[in-house]
């Protein structure tokens, strides 16, 4: 399968009075075609400015990004333009996200008025389209956010996002705001479109049950780096880095009778402001030793598993 977007040391750093943040320090990764990435990890991991970089929301600090085979790292307003038909993204928040002073149909038709694309009368014929692809009723085209549940908002920012098209789309926790029932039609609604449209998700979420329904792959991120990364099966069967077993640990189980043995994690989070080389996780990981003040490498054990622990095998 051909290779659709790849990161090759892609870094954001965001300075600020106490220092330089490091929100997203030297990732790699190639997302193939109708393939999705997951990404999880803590609040503050960089997940979304991963995500918001990539698309070029944010401007990288350093690093390549290739898509289709090309590289976009630096495009220039033109190029950009032409990027964005091709790349969208779905925000977490469905009400924050949409213009209150927009309706259904106004807010789904503006990607297509600032491309340039179709006629009037072709928009909106367009923007119903659309509307029926995520399963909105037409009675609701003239309808304002604030008259619409969370469901129908998030359905909204999908439509936008489809609006043109894409080929790549960052999912930033689209159902974390939803009801379970829900967030079960919205995910359910993805991985349609995804094979219809033959789209390429990355999804980020803090909810293992859903990346693992959802992803082929899955990405560990902490504190701007990833620590692991796997097919999405094998990350759950076997966790090779201690973050990611203990976020495993974590998961509920629905059976109140099973004992399940969580990894409690202690220690202080290591500051992302000028952080010192090595490993960030080493001042909450129980298995840490003398040799996690190096800078730690990915390796490669399994085919296509990749974890950044020199520990790993004596776990």
């Known amino acids: 399968m051909a290779a659709l977007l790849e990161a090759r040391d892609l870094k954001k750093y965001f300075k600020n009075p106490m220092g330089t943040l490091h929100a997203v320090d030297g990732i790699d990764f190639v997302l193939n075609e109708g393939e999705t990435l997951g990404v999880v990890g803590e609040s503050g991991c960089g997940k979304t400015t991963l995500g918001r970089t990539l698309i070029h929301l944010i401007k990288k600090t350093s690093g390549d990004i290739l898509f289709e085979g090309v590289d976009a790292s630096n495009p220039t307003k033109a190029e950009l333009k032409v990027l964005r038909e091709k790349m969208q993204i779905i925000f977490q928040d469905p009400y924050s996200s949409i213009d209150p002073r927009m309706s259904v149909s106004d807010t789904i038709m503006e990607p297509l008025i600032i491309q340039g694309l179709l006629s009037k009368s072709d928009r ?9 692809t995520v399963g909105l009723a037409a009675r609701l085209e003239n309808s304002y956010p604030h008259e619409l549940d969370g469901g129908r908002r998030q359905r909204i920012g999908v439509a936008r996002a489809l609006a043109l098209k894409p080929k790549f789309i ?4 689209p159902v974390s705001a939803l009801d379970v029932s829900i967030q079960a039609q919205i995910i359910n609604l993805m ?10 998700y990355m999804f980020v979420t803090h909810d293992l049950s859903v990346v693992k ?15 692991e990364k796997s097919p999405a099966d094998e990350l759950f069967k076997n966790p090779l880095h201690p973050y990611t077993k203990a976020l495993l640990s974590a998961i509920p189980v629905p059976d109140i009778h099973k004992q399940v043995d969580r990894i409690i994690m202690q220690g202080e989070i290591t500051s992302p402001i000028n952080p010192r080389p090595g490993c960030r996780f080493k001042a909450r990981c129980q298995y840490a030793t003398d040799k996690c003040i190096n800078p730690q490498e990915l390796e490669e054990p399994t085919p296509g598993h990749f974890v950044a622990c020199c520990n790993f095998k004596t776990i």
């Open 124 to 132: 909106m014929a367009e923007v119903r389209r659309l509307m029926d």
């Open 170 to 173: 960052v999912c930033d926790e």
């Open 191 to 200: 991985l349609d479109l995804q094979e219809e449209l033959g789209l390429s």
């Open 213 to 227: 329904y959802i992803s082929n792959d899955i990405m560990v991120m902490y504190l701007g780096n990833m620590v």
